[in-house]
């Protein structure tokens, strides 16, 4: 219930007020399995990515928002589960396998799943370069790739304001990716680099971004 209320009538509100300008949505497959691989710009990218895809997406989400207690933490669980989060457990060494294991059931169930292969978000507006988790889930359930772009984002909540700001937003979904010609070799280092950087390359050519070839590091807490 609450992610149809997401879907049909919080989603057209947010378009309404916020108008995302979105650009090649026909390149996201109607059915099967499909991997969403996006630039990470601001916290909010996760919401304009849910709100501008025709099919309802899956994101991974800190299992520690979905166990609040009382009322205030079922309705945040709810409005987390219905824009699409999925529950992991993170911080402990099994983390990074728990979270592509969440992502692989949502894809082998025929869903759509949304990454960020840089693992954070851009500080310095540069696309970075990808962590190769995008390409085991591409590999190991034959998922499309569709690359995404998004630009904007991080005007819409300013250090300091709480509410989200218009501003010019724009989401460009990029042709999708197959990956198929590696079947039976998602196991190989050296064939996941590959793919992974194939799809950072999409990526980098529909957002337009500098690509910096070294994994992003945030600073420390407390750094500027």
Same mark, same amino acid.
């Given at each position: 219930?609450?992610?149809?209320?997401?879907?049909?009538? !919080?989603?057209? *509100?947010?378009? =309404?007020?916020?108008?995302?300008?979105?650009? &090649? /949505?026909?390149?996201?497959? $109607?059915? +099967?399995?499909?991997?969403?691989?996006?630039?990470?710009?601001?916290?909010?990218?996760?919401?304009?990515?849910?709100?501008?895809?025709?099919?309802?997406?899956?994101?991974?989400?800190?299992?520690?928002?979905?166990?609040?207690?009382?009322?205030?933490?079922?309705?945040?669980?709810?409005?987390?589960?219905?824009?699409?989060?999925?529950?992991?457990?993170?911080?402990?060494?099994?983390?990074? !396998?728990?979270? *592509?294991?969440? =992502?692989?059931?949502?894809?082998?169930?025929? &869903? /759509?799943?949304?990454?960020? $292969?840089? +693992?954070?978000?851009?500080?310095?507006?540069?696309?970075?370069?990808?962590?190769?988790?995008?390409?085991?889930?591409?590999?190991?359930?034959?998922?499309?790739?569709?690359?995404?772009?998004?630009?904007?984002?991080?005007?819409?909540?300013?250090?300091?304001?709480?509410?989200?700001?218009?501003?010019?937003?724009?989401?460009?979904?990029?042709?999708?990716?197959?990956?198929?010609?590696?079947?039976?070799?998602?196991?190989?280092? =050296?064939?996941?680099?590959?793919?992974?950087?194939? /799809?950072?390359?999409?990526?980098?050519?529909?957002?337009?971004?500098?690509?910096?070839?070294?994994?992003?590091?945030?600073?420390?807490?407390?750094?500027?």
């Amino acid at each position: 219930m609450i992610a149809l209320l997401v879907r049909f009538v !919080l989603g057209p *509100l947010v378009r =309404a007020v916020y108008r995302p300008e979105v650009h &090649g /949505v026909e390149n996201v497959p $109607p059915t +099967g399995p499909v991997l969403l691989a996006a630039n990470h710009r601001a916290a909010l990218d996760t919401g304009v990515i849910t709100f501008a895809t025709p099919r309802q997406v899956k994101f991974l989400g800190k299992a520690e928002y979905f166990v609040g207690k009382g009322l205030k933490g079922k309705a945040l669980a709810g409005f987390l589960g219905g824009l699409g989060y999925v529950p992991v457990e993170r911080g402990n060494a099994q983390a990074g !396998l728990a979270a *592509l294991e969440a =992502a692989r059931k949502v894809l082998d169930a025929g &869903g /759509v799943f949304a990454i960020y $292969p840089e +693992g954070t978000r851009s500080l310095d507006g540069r696309l970075h370069r990808g962590h190769t988790g995008v390409a085991a889930l591409a590999l190991a359930t034959g998922a499309k790739v569709v690359p995404v772009a998004l630009t904007g984002t991080e005007n819409l909540q300013p250090k300091g304001a709480k509410i989200p700001r218009p501003a010019k937003i724009a989401i460009t979904f990029g042709k999708p990716l197959d990956f198929s010609r590696y079947e039976g070799q998602d196991n190989a280092p =050296a064939i996941r680099r590959s793919v992974t950087d194939e /799809v950072m390359y999409a990526i980098l050519e529909i957002s337009g971004q500098e690509y910096v070839d070294t994994y992003h590091k945030r600073p420390s807490e407390g750094v500027a």
